[in-house]
C-alpha cells in the first residue's frame, strides 16, 4: 500500500475519533444540569431561602443565611372577620364602651355623641342637628365597613382634631364585633365585603389564566423539558450517523485511491522477463 493511502486512512480514522470527541463533549455540556456532580455545588450557591422553595416549595425570607426565619406578615382580612364576627358580644361590647356618648335605637336622641341607628352606609355627619367638630365635617363620603374600622381602631389618628376622647378599640375582635352590631342596626346596610382569596386560590387563577394565553405573534411556545431533551438525543444520533457516512465515504476514497496506486505501480514496474533481457 502507497504513502497516500496510508496517510488517507489515518485522516480518515483522525476525522472518526475528533467527531466522537466532539459528540461526547456536546452530550456533557446538554445533560450536565441533571448529572450529580453539580448538584453540592448549586446547593452552596443558592441561599437557605432558595434551597427550602426548591425542596418544600415553602419559602420564607432568612436573613443573614443563618438566622431565624421572619415570621410572615399576618394579613388583616376584613371581609373574613365580619362573616365570622359575634354579633351579641359586639352588642355587650357597644353597651359597656359607647353606651355613654351614642345611643342606637331607632330615633333615638343625641348624646355627646349622634346617633348611631343605620350609621353604617351612611354620610359621615348624615344629623343635621348634631354639632360635629371641624374635623368631622371636613371628611368626605360615607361610613364604609373599612373606614368604620379605622375610625374605632383610633379616632384621633384617622380625623385629626377631632372633639371624640374615645381611645379606640385596639382589639380586633372586640371592633369587628361592634362593627357587625352597628350593621345590624342599620337598615340599609351594604353587604359585607368579601373575604381575601386564598393564595391557592390565586395562584391556580393565575396558571390558569397563563395557560390559557396564546403566545403573540413571531413568538414561539415554550418547549417541554422531555421535548427538549428528545431534540437534543435526536440531533447527537443525526451527528453521528453523518460521521459514519463521513468515515465509510473516506475509507472507500483510500481504498480506491490505494488500489489504484498500486495498480499504476504495477503497471510501471518492470517483469522479471524484462530485466532478464536487458
Given at each position: 500500500?502507497?504513502?497516500?493511502?496510508?496517510?488517507?486512512?489515518?485522516?480518515?480514522?483522525?476525522?472518526?475519533?475528533?467527531?466522537?470527541?466532539?459528540?461526547?463533549?456536546?452530550?456533557?455540556?446538554?445533560?450536565?444540569?441533571?448529572?450529580?456532580?453539580?448538584g453540592e455545588?448549586?446547593?452552596?450557591?443558592?441561599?437557605?431561602?432558595?434551597?427550602?422553595?426548591?425542596?418544600?416549595?415553602?419559602?420564607?425570607?432568612?436573613?443573614?443565611?443563618?438566622?431565624?426565619?421572619?415570621?410572615?406578615?399576618?394579613?388583616?382580612?376584613?371581609?373574613?372577620?365580619?362573616?365570622?364576627?359575634?354579633?351579641?358580644?359586639?352588642?355587650?361590647?357597644?353597651?359597656?364602651?359607647?353606651?355613654?356618648?351614642?345611643?342606637?335605637?331607632?330615633?333615638?336622641?343625641?348624646?355627646?355623641?349622634?346617633?348611631?341607628?343605620?350609621?353604617?352606609?351612611?354620610?359621615?355627619?348624615?344629623?343635621?342637628?348634631?354639632?360635629?367638630?371641624?374635623?368631622?365635617?371636613?371628611?368626605?363620603?360615607?361610613?364604609?365597613?373599612?373606614?368604620?374600622?379605622?375610625?374605632?381602631?383610633?379616632?384621633?389618628?384617622?380625623?385629626?382634631?377631632?372633639?371624640?376622647?374615645?381611645?379606640?378599640?385596639?382589639?380586633?375582635?372586640?371592633?369587628?364585633?361592634?362593627?357587625?352590631?352597628?350593621?345590624?342596626q342599620s337598615?340599609?346596610?351594604?353587604?359585607?365585603?368579601?373575604?381575601?382569596?386564598?393564595?391557592?386560590?390565586?395562584?391556580?387563577?393565575?396558571?390558569?389564566?397563563?395557560?390559557a394565553e396564546?403566545?403573540?405573534?413571531?413568538?414561539?411556545?415554550?418547549?417541554?423539558?422531555?421535548?427538549?431533551?428528545?431534540?437534543?438525543?435526536?440531533?447527537?444520533?443525526?451527528?453521528?450517523?453523518?460521521?459514519?457516512?463521513?468515515?465509510?465515504?473516506?475509507?472507500?476514497?483510500?481504498?480506491?485511491?490505494?488500489?489504484?496506486?498500486?495498480?499504476?505501480?504495477?503497471?510501471?514496474?518492470?517483469?522479471?522477463?524484462?530485466?532478464?533481457?536487458?
Amino acid at each position: 500500500m502507497g504513502e497516500l493511502g496510508l496517510n488517507k486512512i489515518l485522516g480518515a480514522l483522525l476525522a472518526t475519533a475528533l467527531g466522537l470527541f466532539g459528540l461526547k463533549t456536546l452530550s456533557d455540556v446538554v445533560f450536565a444540569h441533571g448529572g450529580e456532580g453539580h448538584g453540592e455545588e448549586h446547593a452552596e450557591a443558592t441561599s437557605l431561602s432558595e434551597q427550602m422553595c426548591e425542596k418544600f416549595a415553602y419559602c420564607v425570607e432568612v436573613a443573614g443565611g443563618g438566622a431565624a426565619a421572619a415570621e410572615e406578615e399576618e394579613v388583616f382580612d376584613l371581609g373574613a372577620l365580619l362573616a365570622a364576627a359575634d354579633v351579641s358580644r359586639g352588642e355587650r361590647t357597644f353597651k359597656g364602651q359607647c353606651t355613654t356618648c351614642h345611643t342606637i335605637d331607632a330615633g333615638g336622641a343625641n348624646g355627646t355623641g349622634p346617633n348611631l341607628h343605620g350609621v353604617v352606609g351612611a354620610a359621615k355627619h348624615h344629623h343635621a342637628d348634631f354639632n360635629y367638630s371641624a374635623a368631622m365635617t371636613s371628611l368626605g363620603g360615607t361610613w364604609t365597613y373599612e373606614d368604620l374600622n379605622h375610625w374605632l381602631e383610633n379616632p384621633s389618628s384617622f380625623a385629626r382634631g377631632t372633639s371624640m376622647s374615645f381611645a379606640g378599640l385596639r382589639k380586633d375582635p372586640d371592633r369587628i364585633n361592634v362593627i357587625a352590631y352597628l350593621a345590624s342596626q342599620s337598615p340599609d346596610a351594604p353587604p359585607f365585603p368579601d373575604p381575601l382569596p386564598a393564595a391557592g386560590e390565586d395562584d391556580g387563577a393565575d396558571a390558569a389564566a397563563d395557560g390559557a394565553e396564546a403566545p403573540a405573534d413571531g413568538e414561539e411556545a415554550a418547549i417541554p423539558a422531555d421535548d427538549a431533551m428528545e431534540a437534543v438525543e435526536g440531533a447527537a444520533d443525526a451527528a453521528t450517523e453523518t460521521v459514519t457516512d463521513v468515515t465509510e465515504a473516506v475509507v472507500e476514497e483510500a481504498d480506491a485511491a490505494t488500489e489504484t496506486a498500486e495498480e499504476a505501480f504495477d503497471e510501471e514496474a518492470p517483469t522479471p522477463t524484462e530485466e532478464e533481457g536487458e
